[in-house]
């Protein structure tokens, strides 16, 4: 062997186009989820949503807060597609500004929730015993509290603001998140290329980012795109409540709770937004779906 | 005429990927009181071929071609759910692989061992209690009457198997199939399952079709075989024509990928003159604090003695076998030599160094010097890492050096072990189960340890794989004048690799010394337990020989 291996050094060691490019599980994955066809038009509506939520401020001719109390309310027309609320503002642009708010809630107060769930998971996870012990028990008290209180006594203390309402909200999901986790990696901690990456003298930073974390991020993802959703509700329910986004700024649940006000006279100000939200949820919760099948190991065996 | 007789059977399945052809024109025939021995790998489509005679199939994907299976003048692959169910488990009875996961943990024994009776025969819950006591006395389960109110994870492995045996047989079936029955369990335990399925068969006379990978298994029982090879038959015949007037060249392969024989001479280890043990182990304990599982309590007095008492001594280049049945201590051991578990009291010398006593930065270098190789290599490979990160990870974490460097000593571990440098970019669900393996030794010469220890490498591996990754260690080790304790089950392989055999038996080595006297000349009863188990890939020797039985209490 002596022999070859110094030939194939010398040919800079190792003719790489020759190397047969493997597909990861993570391609694999992405081909599966490309088959299913419900996931993938899940996907397209959400990125839809995201690339018009960006672009609202230049494609839109009205803006968000300008009154027309001359106007009125309107139902949809060729100059308000969806038409306009009782202030005379366009529906369209109201709407739009307000996935601006509610998907961005949902991507952060997410991100916050990821951030912190997988963190604490993880530690509490592969440490175990008396660690885990006293970490799953804070998440336990932290769960106990009610959660509407909770963000009632924020909002007073604190005073409204967007960045709070992040802050709230992930601060409220990452406990599920981070028991998801731990359960993972307690699981993940009993195999045995855990085992082999100790006696190779990795230390655990290195154990926990390379192979432990790696391996709970198709459970993470998948309970990711369930968490979205659920966060974009809990806004739309606390801005209904009115603790959430202040007019003039509009989100989806703002939107909803006037339009239910005036259900009677002008129900597009009531259907329009409703059918957003739902048609997001919906997307979002497919894809989350179809991330489930396609991640599944199991599936990959038949 | 043929109690069961298979024609022409075709199974096809339908997957994402394209037409997996599992089962291809299999065909047979059942005498009454007949044992059939079906032979293969996994994947062979041995299995498939059985659960589709009683409908156990996942239709789909799979789907049945074409082909007929008459029982009693129907055809069993045109049966209706309602009539097929009838004969499942009444008529056809099956016992599964692993005992552990076949009886449902939440009913009693009893509730399991009527249930068949009560749904196909109209009997009263009283007579079929007395039945099914009748039949667990017949599988040889002690105190059938007060252990029927069991639950099934008061029993142990080869007692569960028994169970499923006595559930199979509780309602007289005509036909048996067991699907490698015996591989799940340790040898001993083994060798009592298959007497006891050997009992029946002449008592009851019911026609047994006998699934196994092993030769050695089927040879003691089987009247005829055939060897299926990735969905065909390659070969039938009688027992004595498959193993004695061997046609085809896949069963040849078969038949000697067991390793019968001692090490290879060019494989024998001699020690030179006065030359120092380089591995020492001095009394080594390892105990398990029991707890009783409650929120509050904290550890008790009671432990359980996982490594009781161990001392042995290795020169360098030398390799020992550990053999044992599982609960021995033989992994515990392994891991207290890796450092995986704390130790309780003992030493581990290592070149000099005690391993017992290396904390932080020290014991990081010291790894380097020992290295494992594990069981399972679908669980050992991180999923998610290429061939090249999971080599060159091991070689980083000891030493820093250049990306080419690294690239270069990947690429000579993988020609090392016999991959192509191709596959460095692969990802190891990629691999076969043997290829994976070889990827893990890699990774553990990838530190050029003095010590190698090698936990049941190849019991998740089909026989013609074992051998392969047998000679690769074998050589591997000569190479590099490695110190090796392969541990195994299996005996065979343990003579074939070793020079030294230490023999496990409830924490303690009950028999040491060297392989080919231990194997040629037990002296512990345990030992020569253990040796007369093994099943032995010639019918002749196997229908003859005595086994030696011994009990708990005359080792301890």
Redesign the interface.
């Known amino acids: 062997m002596t022999q070859s291996s110094e030939t194939t050094a010398e040919q800079s060691i190792i003719d790489l186009d020759s190397v047969e490019s493997g597909t990861s599980l993570w391609e694999d994955a992405w081909n599966r989820l490309q088959q299913n066809k419900l996931a993938m038009f899940g996907l397209y509506v959400v990125s839809f949503m995201i690339i018009i939520a960006l672009l609202t401020p230049w494609i839109t001719p009205y803006s968000y807060f300008e009154q027309d109390l001359d106007l009125g309310a309107t139902a949809p027309s060729a100059a308000h597609w969806l038409g306009t609320d009782t202030l005379g503002r366009d529906l369209l642009t109201r709407i739009m500004y307000g996935s601006r708010i509610s998907l961005m809630v949902g991507f952060l107060a997410t991100a916050v929730a990821l951030s912190i769930g997988v963190l604490w998971g993880t530690v509490s996870g592969y440490f175990g015993g008396r660690v885990d012990a006293f970490m799953m028990r804070t998440v336990d008290i932290l769960y106990a509290l009610p959660f509407t209180i909770f963000i009632i006594l924020l909002m007073v203390v604190f005073g409204r603001n967007i960045l709070l309402l992040f802050m709230a909200i992930g601060a409220v999901e990452w406990l599920t998140m981070a028991r998801i986790v731990r359960g993972q990696v307690l699981s993940i901690r009993q195999q045995e290329y855990i085992d082999a990456a100790i006696t190779m003298g990795l230390p655990k930073r290195q154990i926990m980012l390379r192979h432990v974390i790696p391996n709970t991020l198709g459970t993470i993802i998948i309970y990711v795109t369930l968490t979205i959703p659920n966060v974009i509700l809990l806004e739309s329910f606390l801005s209904f409540l009115g603790l959430g986004v202040q007019p003039p700024q509009s989100s989806w649940g703002l939107l909803i709770s006037y339009g239910v006000e005036t259900m009677e006279e002008y129900p597009w100000l009531l259907i329009f937004p409703a059918v957003v939200l739902s048609v997001t949820l919906f997307s979002l919760n497919f894809l989350g779906d179809g991330l489930r099948d396609a991640l599944d190991p199991k599936a990959s065996r038949d | 005429m043929a109690l069961l007789t298979v024609k022409d059977l075709h199974i096809h ?1 339908h ?2 990927n394209g037409i997996v052809k599992a089962v291809n024109g299999v065909e047979f025939s059942l005498e009454k009181g007949e044992t059939l021995g079906i032979v293969g790998e996994s994947g062979s489509g041995k299995t498939v071929c059985c659960y589709s005679l009683l409908g156990l199939l996942p239709t789909p ?1 799979a789907r049945i071609e074409s082909g007929s299976a008459m029982f009693e003048g129907n055809d069993l692959l045109n049966m209706s759910e309602q009539d097929l169910r009838k004969i499942r488990g009444n008529r056809i009875a099956m016992i599964f692989q692993d005992p552990m996961t076949s009886l449902n943990p939440f009913m009693k024994l009893g509730e399991q061992l009527t249930e068949p009776l009560t749904t196909h025969n109209d009997i009263s819950k009283q007579e079929a209690r007395k039945r099914a006591i009748a039949a667990m006395q017949e599988v040889g389960i002690p105190e059938p009457e007060r252990r029927i109110d069991c639950y099934p994870h008061e029993f142990s492995g080869g007692m569960r198997q028994r169970v499923m045996i006595a559930m199979a047989l509780v309602t007289e079936p005509d036909i048996l199939i067991a699907d490698e029955p015996t591989t799940a369990l340790d040898v001993t335990i083994q060798a009592q399952i298959l007497d006891l399925i050997k009992k029946l068969q002449r008592e009851r006379s019911i026609s047994v079709i006998f699934i196994s990978h092993d030769l050695g298994v089927i040879a003691g029982c089987a009247d005829k075989i055939i060897v299926m090879h990735e969905g065909n038959i390659v070969e039938s015949g009688t027992t004595d024509e498959i193993y004695y007037q061997t046609k085809h060249d896949y069963t040849k392969k078969l038949l000697n990928a067991i390793p019968s024989s001692a090490k290879p001479e060019s494989a024998v280890f001699h020690a030179e003159e006065g030359s120092e043990p380089i591995f020492k182990i001095d009394g080594l304990l390892t105990h398990f604090p029991i707890s009783d599982g409650g929120v509050f309590s904290g550890k008790t007095d009671e432990c359980c003695k996982a490594v009781d008492d161990v001392s042995l001594q290795l020169l360098e280049g030398e390799t020992l076998g550990l053999v044992g049945e599982s609960g021995c201590g033989k992994s515990t051991m392994a ?1 207290s030599i ?3 578990v704390d130790i309780t009291a003992g030493s581990i010398t290592l070149n000099g160094k005690d391993l017992t006593r290396l904390e932080g930065e020290e ?3 010291a ?2 010097e ?3 190789v ?3 290599p679908y ?8 061939v090249y990160d999971l080599l060159a ?2 070689i980083y ?2 030493k820093n050096c250049s990306k ?1 460097e690294l ?2 000593q990947v ?2 571990l993988m ?2 072990v016999g991959l192509p ?7 190891p ?2 691999f076969s189960g043997g290829q994976r393996q070889r990827i ?1 030794i890699a ?1 553990a010469l990838a ?1 050029k340890p003095r010590l190698l220890i090698a936990d049941e490498p190849v019991s998740a591996l089909d026989v013609t794989i074992q051998a392969q990754i047998l000679d690769l260690l074998l050589e591997l080790v000569k190479k590099y004048q490695i110190t090796m304790i392969f541990i195994s089950h299996d005996l065979s392989v343990v003579r074939y690799l070793t020079d030294r055999t230490a023999v496990m038996y409830g924490g303690k080595i009950v028999e040491y010394g060297n392989t080919e006297d231990v194997f040629n000349n037990p002296q512990h009863l345990y030992t020569k337990s253990l040796l007369s188990a093994i099943p032995i890939a010639d019918p002749n020797k196997e229908r003859t020989r005595q086994r030696v039985a011994y009990t708990a209490d005359q080792i301890a």
């Open positions: 399945f997957t994402r994907p891991k890796m450092r995986l014991l990081k270098t790894r380097a020992f290295q494992m594990f069981q399972d669980a050992s490979l991180n999923p998610r890492m290429t990870e091991a974490v000891q080419d690239l270069k690429v000579s020609d090392d440098a191709k596959a460095i970019r692969k990802y669900h990629e893990a990774r530190l």
